[in-house]
């Protein structure tokens, strides 16, 4: 069993940085997958990014991977995701999820069998 919480959201303006925490609980945290999803309103749950358990492969979605950037703390149980150059349209709930570890960093809730209850980002323009 893992619990996850999320922390770091907030209302920014476009151009502005974050840096959201997932902080995990459970002895799998460190062994896990880790990854970031987000849900705007009226739109479904889309994949962000993921990271390995040893932090040695990553996976990031188009719309963000020269933005956004993950590193995990396992001493901390903690993952990162800083995400930078903030547009309106990265509005909306951030979740961490967490699943065992896998050849291929999944990008489908399914993957997915943990969930934190989520970070709110407002971009305003």
């Known amino acids: 069993q893992v619990q996850l919480v999320e922390s770091g959201g907030g209302l920014v303006q476009a151009g502005d940085s974050l840096a959201l925490s997932c902080a995990g609980s459970?002895?799998?945290?460190?062994?896990?997958?880790i990854a970031w999803f987000r849900q705007a309103p009226g739109k479904e749950r889309e994949f962000v990014a993921g990271?390995?358990?040893?932090?040695?492969?990553?996976d990031y979605a188009d719309s963000v991977k020269d933005r956004f950037a993950l590193s995990r703390d396992n001493a901390r149980n903690t993952v990162y995701l800083h995400v930078n150059d903030l547009r309106p349209e990265d509005t909306a709930v951030y979740y961490c999820a967490s699943g065992p570890d896998t050849w291929v960093i999944s990008r489908s809730v399914r993957g997915y069998p943990y969930w934190g209850q989520g970070t709110q980002v407002t971009v305003s323009s």
């Open positions: 459970g002895r799998s945290f460190s062994t896990y997958i």
């Open positions: 990271i390995k358990w040893n932090g040695e492969s990553t």
